[in-house]
């Protein structure tokens, strides 16, 4: 006997019988839309990912040929560029971790 399942089954029963026409019918929309902005962020997060530069430089000067003192104004460009990409980095995670919280949430509150 699963009676886990079945208690399960009634709750949403009760919920839907709840819910007015428009939430039903606006949860697979906005399932879908969650899906959408996680995917973007996932191919964004991809691209910021890999145009941050690689901080551990041991020694990858010495094979690219680089010259180790740049002018303040070489160095200074590259940090602010990728402090800006490592905040979009960040606020991508945070947006994706939201929309999959959410889509969860949504699939506990109403399987229909």
């Not at 606006?26 to 901080?55: D, E, K, Y």
Request: charge should be neutral; charged fraction near 15%.
């Amino acid at each position: 006997m699963d009676f886990k399942g079945d208690k399960m089954k009634h709750l949403t029963q009760i919920l839907t019988s709840l819910a007015p026409d428009w939430v039903v019918a606006s949860f697979p929309i906005a399932r879908i839309v969650l899906i959408c902005i996680t995917t973007l962020c996932a191919i964004m997060l991809i691209v910021t990912t890999l145009l941050q530069s690689n901080t551990n430089e041991d020694g990858s000067n010495a094979l690219s040929g680089s010259v180790g003192q740049e002018s303040y104004y070489a160095q200074n460009k590259g940090e602010s560029r990728n402090v800006k990409l490592s905040r979009a980095t960040i606020a991508l995670i945070s947006i994706m971790a939201v929309c999959i919280i959410l889509y969860f949430v949504s699939l506990i509150i109403y399987q229909g």
